[in-house]
């Protein structure tokens, strides 16, 4: 069963946070991605409740949670706090973090501040800072998939939606991605409910204009930034990384040179899986997911 809770954070905002399973197991923390919201992990909590303390939070920006409208309030360093504040909210000492997209993205960067209570990370497609930002700029076909961002970060994006309306919104997110049937109903009813809240389109699209990646236009030729030329930490906890092969939007290309920038890795590649794979491929993810978290 799954019980939602507001919890005010020290970082300033309001989350609104699933929670499922028996706070007495293990916890683990799951963060989704653009453009979604903890729904993220419909077919996954049910797998895992029984032996996980599960929460899931919809971000800052996003569906139920507060939703500042400035850029600098989604900096990497404050979503990051974010993950740590809403562990300190709930009394969590350790726990285990499980990110897609975007959810994965930050937890990457959780995982480089090397703090204590995080102990385990689960990637669910979402790139490597390192590897992205080099593939963005020496990948022909990663730059090209990647151009959208560029979409984004326009101050008339929130224009170009109001002209289309949110149900042509919806087709153009996830058609690319995945047969719309598998979607029900219901689910993209929320999703639209979510995306027209007062604000909340704004919010969604500032976790791209607050990031400081270079996604240079095709034909376009631009050195490697600075901070990608010094010495890069590794990451040192247990990580899992589950990969859908059919990703559209990150390439397969994601994957090359993870072992150099992680100690301890694991992968699992899911061949016919895009990239929502959480909830795509709910019974592959959480397989994979699963013995990973008890160990």
Same mark, same amino acid.
């Given at each position: 069963?799954?019980?939602?809770?507001?919890?005010?954070?020290?970082?300033?905002?309001?989350?609104?946070?699933?929670?499922?399973?028996? !706070?007495?197991?293990?916890?683990?923390?799951?963060?989704?991605?653009?453009?979604?919201?903890?729904?993220?992990?419909?077919?996954?909590? !049910?797998?895992?409740?029984?032996?996980?303390?599960?929460?899931?939070?919809?971000?800052?920006?996003?569906?139920?949670?507060?939703?500042?409208?400035?850029?600098?309030?989604?900096?990497?360093?404050?979503?990051?706090?974010?993950?740590?504040?809403?562990?300190?909210?709930?009394?969590?000492?350790?726990?285990?973090?499980?990110?897609?997209?975007?959810?994965?993205?930050?937890?990457?960067?959780?995982?480089?501040?090397?703090?204590?209570?995080?102990?385990?990370?689960?990637?669910?497609?979402?790139?490597? !800072?390192?590897?992205?930002?080099?593939?963005?700029?020496?990948?022909?076909?990663?730059?090209?998939?990647?151009?959208? *961002?560029?979409?984004?970060?326009?101050?008339?994006?929130?224009?170009?939606?109001?002209?289309?309306?949110?149900?042509?919104?919806?087709?153009?997110?996830?058609?690319?991605?995945?047969?719309?049937?598998?979607?029900?109903?219901?689910?993209?009813?929320?999703? *639209? *409910?979510?995306?027209?809240? !007062?604000?909340?389109?704004?919010?969604?699209?500032?976790?791209?204009?607050?990031?400081?990646?270079?996604?240079?236009?095709?034909?376009?030729?631009?050195?490697?930034?600075?901070?990608?030329?010094?010495?890069?930490?590794?990451?040192? *906890?247990?990580?899992?990384?589950?990969?859908?092969?059919?990703?559209?939007?990150?390439?397969?290309?994601?994957?090359?040179?993870?072992?150099?920038?992680?100690?301890?890795?694991?992968?699992?590649?899911?061949?016919?899986?895009?990239?929502?794979?959480?909830?795509?491929?709910?019974?592959?993810?959480?397989?994979?997911?699963?013995?990973?978290?008890?160990?």
């Amino acid at each position: 069963m799954t019980d939602f809770r507001k919890l005010a954070l020290s970082t300033g905002v309001t989350l609104n946070v699933a929670l499922a399973g028996d !706070p007495g197991n293990p916890p683990v923390i799951l963060l989704h991605g653009f453009p979604e919201s903890h729904r993220t992990w419909r077919e996954i909590a !049910p797998r895992l409740q029984d032996n996980f303390f599960l929460v899931m939070p919809d971000q800052r920006g996003f569906a139920g949670s507060d939703r500042p409208q400035e850029v600098e309030a989604y900096a990497t360093d404050t979503l990051i706090d974010d993950i740590f504040a809403l562990a300190d909210a709930l009394g969590l000492e350790r726990f285990a973090l499980v990110g897609h997209d975007w959810g994965g993205a930050i937890s990457w960067a959780a995982a480089l501040r090397t703090d204590p209570r995080l102990t385990r990370l689960a990637i669910v497609n979402a790139p490597h !800072p390192v590897i992205f930002q080099k593939s963005l700029i020496e990948d022909r076909e990663q730059r090209a998939a990647s151009q959208y *961002i560029s979409a984004f970060r326009s101050k008339m994006f929130e224009k170009a939606v109001e002209g289309m309306g949110y149900e042509a919104l919806f087709e153009k997110s996830f058609s690319r991605h995945v047969d719309l049937a598998l979607i029900p109903e219901a689910e993209k009813q929320q999703y *639209i *409910i979510d995306w027209s809240q !007062p604000g909340a389109m704004t919010a969604m699209l500032n976790w791209y204009r607050a990031s400081k990646l270079m996604v240079p236009p095709p034909g376009v030729t631009l050195p490697l930034p600075q901070w990608l030329l010094g010495a890069f930490s590794k990451v040192q *906890i247990p990580t899992l990384v589950i990969w859908g092969m059919k990703d559209k939007a990150l390439l397969p290309t994601q994957l090359d040179g993870l072992d150099a920038l992680v100690e301890d890795l694991t992968g699992v590649r899911l061949p016919n899986v895009g990239h929502f794979a959480p909830w795509e491929a709910g019974d592959e993810v959480s397989r994979a997911l699963e013995p990973f978290l008890e160990a």
